[in-house]
């Protein structure tokens, strides 16, 4: 619709149901009003104001309402009931007889779709049958090849598998559970068996994340996978560490639900969370909130702060910018940061 131009409701009211060609209704809405609107704003504006094609010959297989198949059991049921496998053509003009209305050759698909009772046309209409072994390139550049003549589940393409899952499940057997088929060379077109590798899921975050050696044969992607499976077993130990609690200072283990995540960041113990306390947490930028168990600066005495380092470690610095005092070593807790920062400031004030 052009801009500042509005289109007349009535006028559209009148002539949208009878209009069977929506060329015809921009040409007639021209002619009248001196403008011609886009075929989007008619559907749009037709849409908002309930307007629907009147049924005319010619019209038989366009929907007059929607059906929504789980939510009328009784338009399913008959369905069921009526859907013998006939052509489209005559299963809608009994729908007709037996409802009032008619319904769509695409609402009956996703009623045959949803129910397992779609049927393919054997004789023309689609696209022609390729053979069982007809290979094709996906549109993320991997081969798939044909397994089967026909799907197991309608309307579905699980007749087409990756061709280098198939040529894995030929030479090795089947797929691991929780595994993906990697190309050792990289070379999407290279299928020799001894080429081809199963890769733990869970694994594949870690190798190809920064610091991972690349690999480019069988030999070298082994060698990753186990330098891979040696960083998930650490950081399943450093998970399940023991630490001291933000809170209380008492020495805890975390639980397996954290431990599964291998979350590091936990730092408050079930006893202080169950009693509704809590360490406090780090921001993005790595600044931790103001700790009232921090004793003042010794230097300028501004407040301190509890800071994390990007690699992780903890300490105390002085929120005074001109100043900047901290603590000189770094520590794998808030509570041996600050055990070191009082201390510090401790030993000053017995000088």
């Known amino acids: 619709m052009s801009r500042g131009r509005?289109?007349?409701?009535?006028?559209?009211?009148?002539?949208?149901?009878?209009?069977?060609?929506?060329?015809?209704?921009l040409c007639m809405h021209e002619l009248e009003f001196g403008w011609r609107p886009s075929k989007q704003s008619i559907?749009?504006?037709?849409?908002?104001?309930?307007?629907?094609?009147?049924?005319?010959?010619?019209?038989a297989d366009r929907a007059e309402r929607t059906v929504r198949w789980?939510?009328?059991?009784?338009?399913?049921?008959?369905m069921l009931d009526h859907d013998r496998g006939q052509r489209m053509d005559a299963l809608m003009a009994e729908w007709r007889a037996a409802w009032g209305f008619g319904i769509s050759r695409g609402q009956v698909n996703q009623f045959r779709a949803s129910h397992g009772t779609q049927r393919r046309n054997a004789h023309g209409g689609?696209?022609?049958?390729?053979?069982?072994?007809?290979?094709?390139?996906?549109?993320?550049?991997?081969?798939?090849?044909?397994?089967?003549?026909?799907?197991s589940v309608p309307m579905s393409k699980d007749n087409w598998e990756l061709k280098h899952v198939h040529v894995y499940e030929q030479a090795h057997g089947a797929v691991p559970d929780g595994c993906v088929v990697y190309f050792a060379d990289g070379d999407r077109r290279n299928f020799d068996p001894a080429n081809l590798v199963a890769v733990p899921r869970r694994?594949?975050?870690?190798?190809n994340g920064p610091g991972m050696p690349r690999w480019h044969d069988a030999e070298s992607l082994g060698a990753c996978i186990a330098l891979?499976?040696?960083?998930?077993?650490q950081a399943g130990v450093m998970a399940r560490a023991v630490r001291t609690c933000g809170v209380c200072g008492a020495r805890f283990a975390p639980d397996e639900a954290h431990v599964a995540i291998g979350s590091t960041r936990i730092r408050t113990c079930p006893a202080c969370l169950a009693a509704g306390r809590k360490a406090s947490r780090w921001t993005r930028k790595g600044e931790q909130k103001m700790d009232e168990t921090l004793k003042?600066?010794?230097?300028?005495?501004?407040?301190?702060?509890?800071?994390?380092?990007?690699?992780?470690?903890?300490?105390?610095?002085?929120?005074?910018?001109?100043?900047?005092?901290?603590?000189?070593?770094?520590?794998e807790n808030e509570a041996g940061a600050r055990l070191v920062w009082n201390a510090r400031i401790g030993e000053r004030d017995a000088r």
């Open 6 to 25: 509005r289109m007349d409701d009535g006028w559209l009211r009148d002539h949208y149901p009878r209009m069977t060609d929506v060329n015809e209704l």
């Open 43 to 59: 559907y749009v504006k037709a849409n908002r104001m309930g307007l629907r094609k009147e049924p005319v010959a010619g019209r």
């Open 70 to 78: 789980s939510k009328e059991p009784e338009l399913s049921a008959w």
């Open 126 to 151: 689609g696209r022609p049958r390729v053979p069982v072994g007809t290979e094709r390139e996906s549109k993320d550049g991997y081969i798939v090849v044909k397994v089967r003549p026909e799907a």
């Open 203 to 207: 694994l594949v975050g870690i190798m």
């Open 228 to 233: 891979a499976e040696l960083k998930s077993a």
């Open 296 to 331: 003042p600066c010794p230097c300028c005495g501004a407040p301190a702060e509890m800071r994390r380092s990007r690699a992780g470690d903890d300490f105390v610095k002085c929120t005074n910018p001109c100043c900047g005092l901290r603590t000189k070593n770094c520590h």
